[in-house]
């Protein structure tokens, strides 16, 4: 059974740090783009960054481009979202997906997807 698990997520004063952890079954983890998605109230789940399989190409929106940066570790089969110089806008539920495109991930498309974390910056 393929599975997503999200931890890492918390309530963070503006400017400060969070990092998401998603763990991801081998099969997936090995083959698939990644990619970490969010969701504010009221609002569209909306891409955040993806990485391809292979770890070599990286895309991120224009919203969160020089304060996050994700990355995956193959030993761990985890794929991680550094949130650095947090704001108010950037609270919602954070998701982790999977997909066989890194096309799609851009595009907030994904087979596989974890069951959330929240992510609450205080102003």
């Known amino acids: 059974q393929v599975q997503l698990v999200e931890s890492g997520g918390g309530l963070v004063q503006a400017g400060g740090s969070l990092r998401l952890s998603c763990a991801a079954s081998?099969?997936?983890?090995?083959?698939?783009?990644m990619g970490w998605f969010r969701q504010a109230p009221g609002k569209e789940r909306e891409f955040v960054a993806g990485?391809?399989?292979?770890?070599?190409?990286?895309y991120y929106s224009d919203s969160v481009k020089g304060r996050f940066t994700i990355s995956r570790d193959y030993a761990k089969n985890t794929v991680y979202l550094q949130m650095n110089s947090l704001k108010g806008e950037d609270t919602a539920v954070y998701y982790c997906?999977?997909?066989?495109?890194?096309?799609?991930?851009?595009?907030?498309?994904?087979?596989?997807w974890g069951q959330g974390t929240q992510v609450t910056v205080s102003s």
């Open positions: 997906g999977a997909d066989s495109s890194l096309g799609d991930v851009r595009f907030s498309r994904a087979q596989y």
């Open positions: 990485i391809s399989w292979s770890g070599s190409t990286t």
């Open positions: 081998g099969r997936i983890f090995r083959d698939y783009a």
